[in-house]
Nanobody
Framework: VQLQASGGGLVQAGGSLRLSCVASGRTLSRYIMGWFRQAPGKEREFVGF????????YYADSVEGRFTISRDNAKNTVYLQMNRLQPEDTAIYYCATAVGVATTAGSYDYWGQGTQVTVSS
């Protein structure tokens, strides 16, 4: 499966962005979908995941209450709505697929190319 993430950009602190991740090659509904991020000089960090049906989501403490993951399986697309962004949210954001519930990058199989999010103070 190929994943294409988009929607990143430059935003001021307190602002919002919505990232999209479109899949091709296989039906997205087969997979649990995760979002990760990686800031310069840091390891890739788990952001959250959503179940195949979209009925269950789970988030890292650092984004809980500010970020929301949703999916539209008919459009083969997963979204990451990011509100109240802070400079520490600056990173490249990646979407990825998994066959089981997981919060570690090693458990995810297919990855998108990433989209840059920069939050200015």
């Amino acid at each position: 499966v190929q994943l294409q993430a988009s929607g990143g950009g430059l935003v001021q602190a307190g602002g919002s962005l919505r990232l999209s991740c479109v899949a091709s090659g296989r039906t997205l509904s087969r997979y649990i979908m995760g979002w990760f991020r990686q800031a310069p000089g840091k390891e890739r960090e788990f952001v959250g995941f959503i179940s195949r049906s979209g009925g269950t989501t789970y988030y890292a403490d650092s984004v809980e209450g500010r970020f929301t993951i949703s999916r539209d399986n008919a459009k083969n697309t997963v979204y990451l709505q990011m509100n109240r962004l802070q400079p520490e949210d600056t990173a490249i954001y990646y979407c990825a697929t998994a066959v089981g519930v997981a919060t570690t990058a090693g458990s995810y199989d297919y990855w998108g190319q990433g989209t840059q999010v920069t939050v200015s103070s």
